[in-house]
């Protein structure tokens, strides 16, 4: 359950006008751009049921907390025009209320450098916008906050450096894994040569709250640790609420309230059709029927598992949606799944052979020459030659 008072609500809305007290509005994964999701639809929820829903309260600072967008896009496209839009809109609110406007860069291949469509706004004078690309503090309204993008191979001596070294801090924004947010993410990892993993024994100079995005399951981990959820669904497996967190944190005490305001997107339901339990599910023609009223009523994409449903009957009402959009079966998805394992398998193997890219104790001689000698797949060069060949310089 995402909702975990610290302290009660009322003596909190009592004290809002305390000047220790600030209220943040967090947001994250808004993925512009991700398939199947028109981006003007995209846009339109997020205006109805956050813009709005926001704009209509009094808060310190808004923070997008990673993966803006989905993917990189042409800045001609749709999906960058109205992402642009919200950000702009966000931008106009915190104006608005003399806020600070925080974004924090998210995966590589998601933002993947698109953050930068939106220095403008930090050489605005009339709004405060900060765009978080390495790991920093800021000082936001009177508060330590320390803001961690996701990096890569950085270390645990660059994060403790963070962590450990300077000084008490009031809170924390990321963009990560967070330990038990994810399968494999057991214990913490700040020496990854991928992403780090946190726990929150790492952060035991903080003292308030740790936000997060990156799992798009919103939750409380190891007492203090949230993760915002993503604010639309748009996948099977991801039927938990979507919104957003609204945090009222006294700098003076400590104590914080989340609350997560959900918002209604589409609907991702897996629907079993058992001839056991219905015989009218052996009639391919009431199938049919079926699905369509599960369509009809709501439902916006369906996944459909079978079972003892005769295989004839099975294909010809796959047939009969096999263009349809809104629904996928079961079967074919573990199929797709298989391929997709053995893909992931297969790129992780090969990204561990150029792990050196990341190694700091590499120099960038010693990089290249073994990224040609990986391509060639032999001892094809050497640093010296390397630097006779450049004139002995990389830029």
């Known amino acids: 359950m995402l909702i975990q008072p610290i302290i009660y609500e009322n003596d909190i809305q009592n004290d809002v006008t305390h000047r220790g007290t600030r ?37 310190d600072m808004l923070i997008i907390n990673g993966d803006l967008f989905d993917r990189r896009f042409p800045t001609t496209s749709d999906v960058v025009k109205y992402a642009l839009i919200f950000v702009n809109e966000c931008v106009c609110l915190c104006r608005e209320r003399g806020a600070t406007l925080i974004i924090i860069e998210g995966t590589k291949s998601h933002d993947d450098g698109q953050l930068s469509l ?22 936001v309204k009177g508060s330590k906050k320390l803001c961690i993008p996701e990096e890569y191979g950085k270390g645990k001596d660059y994060y403790d450096y963070f962590l450990k070294k300077c000084g008490p801090y009031d809170s924390v924004n990321l963009h990560g894994t967070i330990v038990g947010s994810v399968y494999g993410a057991n214990q913490s990892n700040l020496d990854s040569k991928k992403a780090p993993v946190f726990g929150l024994d790492d952060f035991n100079m903080c003292l308030g709250p740790i936000i997060a995005g990156h799992v798009h399951v919103g939750g409380c981990y190891e007492k203090y640790m949230y993760y915002c959820s993503s604010p639309i669904r748009f996948r099977f497996g991801e039927e938990e609420p979507k919104g957003f967190i609204i945090l009222l944190y006294n700098l003076d005490t400590h104590e914080h309230y989340v609350h997560f305001e959900e918002i209604t997107s589409f609907r991702y ?36 598992v079978f079972a003892n449903v005769p295989e004839e009957i099975q294909l010809l009402v796959k047939q009969a949606y096999k263009t349809s959009g809104y629904v996928a079966f079961k079967e ?27 190694d700091p104790s590499l120099s960038e001689y010693d990089k290249l020459v073994r990224y040609i000698n990986y391509n060639k797949g032999s001892d094809y060069i050497t640093v010296d030659k390397l630097k006779s060949i450049l004139g002995g310089s990389i830029i």
């Open 23 to 59: 209220i943040e509005i967090n947001i994250a994964d808004i993925h512009f751009g991700v398939a199947g999701v028109d981006p003007i639809m995209h846009y339109t929820i997020l205006h109805e049921q956050f813009i709005n829903k926001i704009s209509q309260m009094y808060f």
């Open 118 to 139: 939106l220095y403008q706004y930090t050489k605005d004078p009339t709004v405060d916008v900060r765009i978080v690309e390495q790991t920093q503090f800021l000082m």
């Open 269 to 304: 339901d897996t629907i079993t059709i058992d001839a056991l339990v219905n015989t009218n599910f052996n009639d391919p023609d009431y199938l049919k029927r079926y699905i369509d009223n599960l369509h009809t009523n709501g439902i916006d994409h369906i996944r459909i």
């Open 332 to 358: 074919e998805d573990k199929k797709r799944d298989i391929v997709s394992t053995e893909a992931t398998e297969e790129l992780e193997k090969k990204y561990e052979k150029l792990d050196f890219l990341l």
